[in-house]
């Protein structure tokens, strides 16, 4: 099992007040899932996936993280856990503006210490596997939201993480982009990279192999699995009595628009002045400068 959460629950406090925000969830994943998560604006998917990436803690509950109890971390353990496990794609990119698309995939690399030669290499074969090998010196303004979003999962999987979590990755593209996007995952996934991924579309949910709903707080496992939707008897044929199976939720309401996620809450609330040190600080100016090769 690559994580294992037990009644965790997570409170912010409004003034004196706290106000629950996740409540008793409990969520098993195995090497290899790919696990949809959907629910309201406001519910909490985005905290939920905070924690999963060690970005904030739990107020209560027990978080093992392959093997190792996430609240007895350090801030510092945090941080190399995050670099080492787990790649991150989020719905508006994060790529930094003024650095190329290679520089950009290079990036955690840079963190964990690899030469400047070797890590453009390892990048360049990265963006070649996303398609985008023709555009290594662009920089993000001048690519497509589809492009760049590949370029920001070749990012989040150079350093080979086990674990890839995505926060509406398919959330500001158009359908065919999105679909390359799935395609990526699907790929990913099939070498065995275990995926969370956040999404307001049922058609994107899909992909995955299991759909989760959170709902005030609190998580559940949709009951049918995803395999068993795409078999289901056609509307023509109510005599079918496999037509009982159909208990599928209502779709979900149209989006509300909440960019500023959580994700990019913890990355801007840092104040720590030094160059980053990990993939979750990249929205902050570098020092002013371009050149990230030191
Ligand atoms: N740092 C914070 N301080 C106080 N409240 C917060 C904080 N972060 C999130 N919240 C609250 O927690 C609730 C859940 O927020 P969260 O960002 O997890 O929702 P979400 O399900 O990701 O929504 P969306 O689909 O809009 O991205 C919201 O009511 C939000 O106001
Ligand atoms: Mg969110």
Not at 46 to 59: A, P, V
Not at 62 to 85: M, P, T
Not at 197 to 206: D, G, L, S, Y
Not at 236 to 247: G, K, L, V
């Amino acid at each position: 099992m690559i994580l294992e959460m037990k009644r965790i629950c997570k409170d912010y406090s409004l003034g004196k007040e706290p106000v629950p925000v996740l409540k008793n969830i409990d969520l098993q994943v195995e090497e290899g899932d790919y696990i949809a998560i959907m629910g309201p604006s406001g519910s909490g998917k985005s905290t939920l996936m905070n924690i999963i990436g060690c970005l904030d803690k739990q107020t209560s509950g027990e978080f093992i993280l392959d093997g190792v109890d996430i609240s007895a971390c350090s801030d510092k353990d945090l941080s190399v856990i995050r670099n080492k496990k787990i790649g991150f794609v989020f719905q508006n990119f994060n790529l930094l503006p003024r650095q190329s698309i290679l520089d950009n995939v290079a990036l955690p690399l840079l963190y964990a210490g690899v030469k400047k030669k070797e890590r453009r290499a390892l990048a360049a074969e990265a963006l070649r596997s996303v398609g985008l090998e023709e555009r290594v010196r662009f920089y993000p303004t001048q690519l497509s939201g589809g492009q760049k979003q590949r370029a920001a999962i070749a990012r989040a999987m150079i350093s080979k993480p086990a674990l890839l979590l995505a926060d509406e990755p398919t959330g500001a593209l158009d359908t065919r982009s999105g679909e390359q996007v799935m395609k990526l995952f699907k790929e990913l996934n099939s070498q065995g990279i275990t995926i969370i991924m956040i999404t307001h579309e049922r058609e994107i949910a899909e992909h995955a192999n299991k759909i989760m709903h959170i709902r005030d707080g609190e998580l559940r496992q949709e009951q049918i699995p995803v395999e068993a939707h795409k078999e289901q008897p056609s509307v023509e044929d109510p005599e079918d009595e496999n037509s009982r199976w159909d208990t599928r939720p209502e779709p979900e309401q149209p989006h509300e628009t909440e960019k500023d996620t959580a994700h990019t809450r913890a990355a801007v609330t840092d104040t720590d002045d030094t160059a980053p040190t990990d993939m979750t600080q990249w929205e902050k100016p570098q020092n002013g400068g371009d050149e990230l090769d030191h």
